[in-house]
């Protein structure tokens, strides 16, 4: 089990990896962020496409061991997005009759319909943590959509009241962290991209929804938020509306992106005592960083943070990236680590 490694810097990812063409297809996918199923993008044959998903998940290990980075996932090879495979496998979840909402980016998105309690009728993602444990010796994270950004991705028919939707969606969160501990996770972490898109709503509730979530999970806790993936979001603010009141928060470490939005670490200053992931990997560009460039980067944020609670990553999930670019980024960004590394150690 993975505990707090020896060495600092440590590189992962935030979740996502490139899907394979003979996988997915890609032009179906484009640039969107399904909310409900769309079994649409998907090549294989229903019966066969369990056991497509597991070879997709073994390349996607094999990729991310290969480039040098410390703590993998499984790539979320099984999911159309990251927060639909498990928010759809929910009770209380109506996704043959959607609903709608507005978007991130202003329009209006298909969602699932919240007609009943929110209940979690058993694991959704234990296999996929099972699997990538089976077939990796390097400490691992699987990622789980946090309840404050499934409550915005919703059109919520019975609960009315936005604060209660979080609260059952975290405690349906907590149970699936629990069982993802159980099955060999060394780090969970949360995916909250919308606290930064709802400020005013993530003021209100944002903390006490993760929380709950969180509540009696052990190890390396982890919320990740961003200002969207860069194939749908081109224009990103340069500082975040929602961060410093993750401090509050039960999780060990907090994700952001920083290099895209080529983001003031001054920043870094607010999480304190957490550790923190930060984004030196720009994924709005197919050109791939020198290492030299990732280590610029990882020097920046060293300012604000010290060696052992800084994490280095890509800004955000790289699945919609081509495989070969996704696969250089990550070469770069194990290289510019260790180039840091060997600079603290003199």
Same mark, same amino acid.
């Given at each position: 089990?993975?505990? =707090? ?150 059109? *919520? ?28 996770? *060394? ?16 003021? =209100? ?9 969180? *509540? ?33 928060? =039960? ?17 870094? =200053? ?12 720009d994924l709005g560009t197919t050109a ?39 696969f250089g980024k990550l070469a770069a ?14």
């Open positions: 089990m993975y505990h =707090r490694a020896v060495q600092p810097l440590l590189t992962t990812v935030v979740g996502s990896y490139p899907q394979p063409d003979w996988l997915i297809d890609r032009a179906k996918l484009g640039s969107k962020v399904p909310r409900v199923r769309a079994p649409e993008i998907w090549r294989i044959a229903p019966e066969h496409l369990e056991e497509a998903q597991d070879d997709a998940t073994l390349l996607a290990i094999r990729d991310m061991e290969r480039a040098g980075i410390d703590i993998i996932t499984d790539g979320e090879m099984r999911r159309e997005s990251y927060s639909n495979r498990f928010a759809t496998a929910l009770d209380g979840v109506d996704i043959v009759n959607p609903g709608t909402t507005i978007n991130r980016s202003g329009a209006r998105a298909v969602v699932p319909r919240i007609t009943g309690p929110i209940r979690r009728r058993g694991p959704v993602e234990v296999r996929d943590m099972q699997f990538l444990r089976a077939n990796t010796a390097k400490p691992i994270k699987i990622t789980v959509p946090g309840p404050f950004t499934m409550t915005q991705q919703a059109q *919520d028919d019975y609960y009315k009241d936005e604060e209660a939707l979080a609260m059952a969606y975290a405690a349906a969160v907590n149970e699936e962290l629990k069982d993802l501990k159980r099955a060999g996770a *060394d780090i969970v972490q949360l995916d909250e991209p919308w606290l930064q898109a709802r400020a005013e709503r993530a003021a =209100r509730y944002g903390v006490s929804a993760i929380n709950r979530a969180l *509540d009696g999970i052990p190890g390396t806790t982890v919320v990740h938020l961003c200002f969207g993936y860069a194939a749908a979001v081109k224009d990103k603010p340069s500082g975040y509306s929602f961060l410093g009141q993750l401090a509050e928060t =039960r999780a060990s470490q907090i994700s952001i992106e920083a290099a895209q939005p080529r983001l003031d670490l001054g920043v870094l =200053r607010e999480l304190a005592p957490k550790s923190v992931m930060v984004g030196v990997i791939i960083e020198t290492p030299e460039l990732v280590a610029e980067r990882i020097r920046a944020a060293l300012k604000y943070i010290a060696p052992d609670k800084l994490v280095a990553a890509p800004d955000c999930g790289m699945k919609y990236l081509e495989r070969d670019v996704a960004l194990a290289r510019g680590a260790a180039i840091v590394r060997k600079e603290i150690a003199g």
